[in-house]
């Protein structure tokens, strides 16, 4: 199975400063061009919900402040300006594989 | 829009199967190209995928699971009543968590991310 490993497992951030999560997959999750990576965000008591998808196609209703990237074995998220509203464990998840899809272990973010 | 909605008993007995069903409303499940799986999350910790299933043309039925749970878990359909099910057989304290289902789009032979979640429902293993 691919293990997808996020770090750091938390982070605290002022609001309006930048937030930088990264996701290691143990092999390459790519594929003719696609990144099959998702990012999910979860809120306390509330199921996960897709931000972005493709590595860095945002969901349709998400603010232009989240963006992704990476290739490969590699991806990050990006939080441009945390917002409050922003406070939520992250996760991100491979669709690269034919037979199982695996998360990596979440990151909490958090307001300094 | 789609809409899901798990449903089953909130405590199970160690050692006994652990049943329940996904509603899908606002659309067929066996129209379009979709699988659909089956999360959970235990208490204060990550997301783990439990497996899915394919529901359309041909090859509806088909199902892949995590090799951790693959001896334990059952994933089934009933397009007649657009619902998705999991079994998990002999459960322990472990499997206690809050069990998802989610829908992932399938584009042009390539598999999604899972676009739709449902609540949630959560499932205690105790005696």
């Known amino acids: 199975d691919i293990v997808m490993t996020q770090s750091p497992d938390s982070l605290a951030v002022s609001l309006g400063e930048r937030a930088t999560i990264n996701c290691k997959s143990s092999?390459?999750?790519?594929?003719?061009?696609?990144?099959?990576l998702a990012w999910y965000q979860q809120k306390p008591g509330q199921p996960p919900k897709l931000l972005l998808y493709?590595?860095?196609t945002r969901e349709s209703g998400v603010p232009d402040r989240f963006s992704g990237s990476g290739s490969g074995t590699d991806f990050t998220l990006t939080i441009s300006s945390l917002q409050a509203e922003d406070v939520a464990v992250y996760y991100c998840?491979?669709?690269?594989?034919?037979?199982?899809?695996?998360f990596g272990q979440g990151t909490k973010v958090e307001i300094k | 829009q789609v809409q899901l909605q798990e449903s089953g008993p909130g405590l199970v007995k160690p050692s006994q199967t652990l049943s329940l069903t996904c509603t899908v409303s606002g659309g067929s499940i066996s129209s379009g190209s979709y699988y659909w799986s089956w999360i959970r999350q235990p208490a204060g910790k990550g997301l783990e995928w439990i497996g899915r299933i394919y529901t359309s043309g041909t090859t509806s039925g088909t199902t892949n699971y995590n090799s951790s749970l693959k001896s334990r878990v059952t994933i089934s359909v009933d397009t007649s009543k657009n619902q998705f099910s999991l079994k998990v057989s002999s459960v322990t304290a472990a499997d206690t968590a809050v069990y998802y289902c989610?829908?992932?789009?399938?584009?042009?032979?390539?598999?999604?991310?899972?676009?739709?979640w449902g609540k949630g429902t959560t499932v205690t293993v105790s005696s």
């Open positions: 092999q390459s999750v790519s594929y003719s061009s696609k990144n099959y």
């Open positions: 989610a829908r992932t789009p399938i584009v042009h032979d390539y598999a999604g991310p899972m676009d739709v």
């Open positions: 998840q491979q669709y690269y594989s034919t037979l199982t899809w695996t």
């Open positions: 493709w590595a860095s």
